[in-house]
């Protein structure tokens, strides 16, 4: 099992239809046939030091295995969630576990 998390930092401009347009962008990747398991979301409202809450939307996939994560990176849904709305993005952090 390869567990893809991905933490975005929108630019401070984006505006909220931006926000909820990029969302939709995000609910898009549970389409890809090879994701097993799907979860987008924001910061939880949790107040300790050791919790990051400063990222726009948490993303979630989990694939069966490398090969299905690599099907993941080059589908034509991850490609055009890409092209539409990398242009919002100020910062991405990725944490990939096996």
Known sequence: MI???VLFW???D????????????LKSL???????????GTPAPIERAVV?????FSL???FEDLAAHDVYQVHAIHK??????????????IYDAQ
Do not use: C, M, P
């Open 3 to 5: 567990a893809h998390h």
């Open 10 to 12: 929108l630019k401070a």
């Open 14 to 25: 984006t505006t909220e239809a931006q926000k909820e347009a990029f969302l939709g962008g």
């Open 30 to 40: 549970e389409n890809i046939e090879v994701v097993k398991s799907f979860h987008v």
């Open 52 to 56: 990051d809450t400063t990222y726009t």
């Open 60 to 62: 979630i996939l989990f």
């Open 80 to 93: 055009a969630f890409l092209e539409e709305f990398r242009v919002f993005f100020e910062k991405v952090v």
